[in-house]
């Protein structure tokens, strides 16, 4: 029997260690150990961090939809600064091919052999900057250079065949004047031999009209052909008073026919009506034309 006073203890309740223990080891018979879920498979990559970049070793590429970092190429299309400029080049070639064209032109010539001292200056210019690599171009620009020394080289040449072609015309146009005026002249030279053979030269009297102070003067003479060929005459008329000639005038017909006559006006408006109404009037010299 039991003491009332000492109630007896009370019973033992189920030992959970033994229990882990024993669950523990009803697991180790599916593999022996409890696989940790923070543990990855094999196989399994693990995946980078929020804001962490990827990293490949060598030969990896990296995933599809990844774009490069800014400032990467894109095969052959580079993103980096531009090559050198070719703005001399282009210019020297430019001004070269201009000034080359237009070096034939005689009468502007010289302005275009202008252009081509300024395509020079370019063209040399332009190849020393890009022997420096500060500039591109230095084939253009010495094709530039060559063509503008040609074109000024062209346009003196040009000038000088424009003189010598103006030369070569005015010389044959001279030469056609001087055949045409021997081809039209009279036989007879002299003035004596056309007075006597084929010209007769009338005076008539002197006439003083208008005021005393401005006084109108008129002359008239009257010219005939007396040869037997049309002709023109030229006669040159002094007005001469005391030996001194105060005066001269002349006259020139057209083509005359052998027996005709014309009759013009000369000596008119002189300054000293007075002084060449005491003149006498005389022929000094005589062409003659015939046809």
């Keep these: 029997m039991s003491d009332p006073n000492n109630p007896p203890p009370p019973p033992a309740g189920p030992d959970f260690n033994k229990d882990q223990g024993a669950g523990t080891g009803s697991h ?18 693990q995946q980078p961090a929020y804001g962490e970049q990827p990293s490949y070793s060598q030969g990896q590429q990296p995933g599809y939809g990844q774009q490069p970092a800014y400032g990467q190429t894109y095969g052959d299309y580079a993103t980096g600064p531009r090559g050198p400029g070719k703005g001399l080049a282009i210019a020297a070639l430019v ?3 201009v000034a080359l064209l237009g070096s034939w032109i005689p009468l502007f010539g010289f302005f275009f052999a202008f252009l081509g001292v300024i395509a020079i200056g370019l063209g040399v210019a332009g190849a020393v900057q890009a022997s420096k690599g500060r500039a591109g171009g230095k084939g253009m620009a010495i094709a530039g250079a060559v063509l503008g020394a040609v074109s000024i080289v062209l346009s003196i ?38 007075l006597a053979n084929n010209l007769d030269v009338e005076f008539s009297q002197l006439e003083i009209t208008g ?7 008129r002359l008239p ?30 006259v020139s017909t057209g083509t005359l026919q052998p027996g005709a006559s014309e009759t013009q006006d000369t000596f008119e408006l002189a300054l000293d009506a007075e002084e060449l109404s005491t003149a006498t009037f005389e022929v000094v010299d005589v062409t003659m034309y015939d046809f």
């Design 28 to 45: 180790q018979a599916y593999g022996g150990q409890v696989p940790s879920y923070a543990q990855q498979p094999p196989g399994y990559e």
């Design 95 to 97: 001004l070269g091919i």
């Design 157 to 194: 040449v040009a000038f000088i065949l424009f003189l010598s072609v103006m030369e070569r015309g005015a010389s044959a146009f001279e030469d056609e004047m001087n055949s045409f005026e021997s081809s039209i002249a009279a036989p007879e030279e002299s003035t004596e031999d056309i």
């Design 211 to 217: 005021d005393t102070n401005f006084p109108d003067t």
């Design 221 to 250: 003479v009257t010219l005939t052909n007396t040869g037997s060929t049309p002709a023109s005459f030229t006669v040159s008329l002094s007005a001469v008073s005391g030996g001194i000639e105060v005066d001269s005038d002349f």
